[in-house]
């Protein structure tokens, strides 16, 4: 039976910093809906010359030192994004290469903002069946990329970031930097809903036949329908969790911190109540990065260590959903 650990994490999120008040001079909005709305105050964004795989390669090394290995080590690259630098090859590809993980298996994984969650899920069949396997997971996002700035109702949610871990078969010791402890993989439940897929999309891809010469239609950026999405999520991710907590025979007094997927703060409000969950044990980033969707649980993860929310000994509910319509949980045991 394969007991598998996030043996390192690390982050990275550009410094470039976009407040409400910066947004409120591009579109007619203001810092008091935004806030009042969404919960978000900031969202940062990659530089001109930075992709979402160069923002990758920066959490991937300090989730290497945190384990203590080396790109040579690492024997499998996914990146969960849908926001890659290109539609072929894939960000894990590109990342390796800058990375050096030459010869690790290297592909990208689409759930959305769920992405996080499916790649633990994958790592898991993957590791059952190569125990030996050294597995970097990254959740890298460029949304910035794919907004439509002129629409209000989307351009002011979402931003860009970068976390990773590094997963192996067993407890390989302390991290070095990071995490306080490693943090073993209990359980982790995915599913998804395809009928709900034009609820969310973001373009790009060959779904529309442009031509040679042909304008960017609305299309090509991200574009949502907020409210449906809003009630889906609420839903999802109070039912995944519930589900999951009850086939590990456990209760939500059992959970010491609840990170959910960092999107509308009054989703994750939404879900606290309906889970019966004290705001003390709920973790909220996002007025600071806004939706970094596949980076956003890692990223809490990782702020949550920081300040000493997440201790050796610590049981922590991840939850996500996102455009698929996806949804996923797992519990991690520090
Ligand atoms: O990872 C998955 C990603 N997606 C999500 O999690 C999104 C889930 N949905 C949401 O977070 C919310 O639905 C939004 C934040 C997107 C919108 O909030 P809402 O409370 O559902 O607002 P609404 O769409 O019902 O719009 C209310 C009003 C509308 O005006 P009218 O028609 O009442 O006159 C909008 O035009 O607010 C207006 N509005 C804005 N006003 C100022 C929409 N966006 C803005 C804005 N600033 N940025």
Redesign the pocket.
């Known amino acids: 039976m394969t007991a598998i650990h996030i043996q390192g994490l690390g982050t990275y999120v550009p410094a470039k910093r976009i407040t409400n008040d910066d947004?409120a001079s591009r579109?007619?909005?203001?810092d008091e809906?935004?806030v009042s709305?969404?919960g978000i105050k900031a969202r940062h964004m990659l530089a001109d010359d930075e992709n979402g795989s160069d923002a990758g390669v920066k959490a991937a090394l300090l989730a290497l030192e945190d384990a203590g290995l080396e790109p040579g080590d690492i024997t499998h690259v996914l990146t969960a994004t849908c926001t890659p630098d290109y539609l072929c090859p894939s960000t894990a590809c590109i990342l390796s290469g800058k990375l050096g993980t030459h010869g690790a298996m290297a592909f990208d994984l689409n759930a959305?903002?769920t992405g996080f969650v499916y790649g633990l899920d994958v790592a898991r069949g993957l590791l059952a069946g190569n125990p030996d396997a050294k597995i970097l997971l990254v959740g890298s996002e460029a949304f910035t990329r794919r907004m439509n700035w002129n629409d209000?109702?989307?351009?002011?949610?979402?931003g860009d970031g970068a976390a990773a871990v590094v997963l192996t078969d067993g407890d390989a010791g302390t991290p070095r930097a990071c995490l306080p402890s490693a943090a073993r993989l209990r359980d982790v439940q995915c599913g998804a809903d395809g009928r709900q897929y034009p609820l969310?999309t973001v373009g790009g891809g060959t779904a529309r036949n442009y031509r040679p010469g042909d304008p960017v239609q609305d299309d090509f950026y991200l574009q949502?329908q907020?409210?449906?999405?809003?009630k889906l999520?609420v839903r999802s991710l109070s039912s995944v969790c519930a589900q999951l907590l009850e086939r590990n025979g456990l209760s939500l007094d059992d959970v010491d911190l609840f990170i959910p997927?960092q999107?509308?703060l009054?989703?994750i409000e939404a879900v606290g109540d309906r889970l019966k969950l004290g705001a003390d044990k709920v973790f909220v980033n996002l007025d600071e990065y806004g939706?970094t969707?596949a980076a956003?649980i890692p990223l809490g993860i990782g702020d949550a260590c920081r300040q000493g929310r997440i201790r050796a000994g610590s049981r922590v509910l991840i939850s996500?959903?996102?455009?698929g319509f996806t949804w996923g949980a797992a519990l991690l045991e520090f």
Do not use: K
């Not at 907020?226 to 809003?230: A, K, L, S």
């Open positions: 947004l579109v007619d909005t203001s809906w935004i709305r969404t959305a903002c209000r109702t989307t351009c002011i949610l979402f969310l949502m907020g409210r449906e999405v809003f999520a997927h999107a509308n009054r989703i939706n969707s956003s996500a959903f996102g455009g």
